[in-house]
């Protein structure tokens, strides 16, 4: 059966992913107006009943703004770990608190959406708790890990099981450095607790790549501190250093932040 992926909005204004087969879907994160979700899947042929759960990263307000109306209103299944539930609690960007829809999973533990096998992994940023997902359909696995502070021996397990990686390179490290955040805010961005730039992305890709990953995405680029072409040309720089060419042996692509994607066929 057909798998497709699809980025609704990739940044710091807003984060959605939709990864679905013929059938049925999911959503990864809806920190975007609900109006806009459901015309981004009407404008590619998906019909908003198929879709079957939301799987959230973290609590920050641009991965979590439509996620009480989802849950509250359409009764979609809302996933995440305890914490992370507590933070939408919390959080003045939820007008709807998650009572009957709220899903708790736990890290590295299985469970099944449909035929999706997912699981939930620590991925180090500066929320109430952070995971990315890997997610099983038949043979191919598709790996997300956004909002990233810094790689981890658990971010290489995952990643080495992948068919398909959407992955963060959110900053050019001179572009921040020579930029306008104060100092504060760039020592918060490029800490271990904060983003992946471009160059950390491209030399984790370059020193961790394995023949069965086919597709690369990279998400969550910044408004103002990147650009899709800067961060696309350093991955493919530093994977063609390792003999790894792009267009050959992977697929990169670098996400908008605000313009959906097109649709992806993974299988």
Known sequence: MELSFISLASGSSGNCYYLGTSD?????DAG????????????????????MGILVTHDHADHIKSVGYLGEQLFIPIYSTEKVHRGIDKSRYVEEKLIHSRRIIEKDVPFSIRDFTVTAFEVPHDSSDNVGYSIEYGEHTFVIITDVGHITDTIVKYVSKANSLVIEANYDEEMLQSGFYPPFLKERVAGPNGHLGNHETAEFLAKNYRPQLKNIWLCHLSKD?????LAYKTVDIRLFQEGIRVGKDVNLTALKRTTPSDVYILL
Do not use: Q
Request: no cysteine; glycine share 6%; aromatic share 6%.
């Open 32 to 51: 975007i107006g609900i109006r806009t979700i459901k015309k981004v899947l009407k404008d590619k042929s998906i019909d908003f009943s198929m879709i």
């Open 24 to 28: 049925y879907g999911i959503l990864i």
């Open 225 to 229: 501190n990147n650009h899709p072409e």
